[in-house]
């Protein structure tokens, strides 16, 4: 659904823009020539994605933000609707992962990946309904997994908090 009445490029909201397959979603909306809203906490990763979405066509706006801080989530989603208007599609693909048998890992490895992974899912949520609700319009998308439905070895946490992205989508 297409929320702008115009044709003035979306804006784009994406979590773990830095790398991965958050900077390659942006690179593909770049293509469309939108409006992208990068986060992520590394700054050189975050630089390396605009260059790649300003030279295929999009405009690029990098936000420095922790997911798993609700405030700074909140803050971000503000900065990028007072400099690049309303979000039209918010994309939570932000993740992190500790590769370590269970009996190895520390409580701090667990609630990083959890903050991270899930919560920083359900903050982004929150920031993206606050403004879509209102208009009536916007998408939020989910990036999820296949160790959402069955768990790994050495990745306990990080299956623990995709499934509770999925349960929290259901």
Known sequence: MRCRMNDSPEVVVITGASAGVGRATARKFARYGARIALLARGLDGLEGAKRDVENLG????????????????????????????????????????VFSPIKEMMPDEFRRVTEVTYLGYVYGTLAALKRMLPRNCGVIVQVGSALAYRGIPLQAAYCAAKHAVQGFCD
């Open 58 to 97: 999009g405009k690029a706006f990098v936000v420095p933000v922790d997911v798993a801080d609700a405030n700074q989530v909140e803050a971000a989603a503000a900065h990028i609707e007072s400099e690049l208007g309303d979000i039209d599609i918010w994309i939570n693909n932000a993740m992190a992962s």
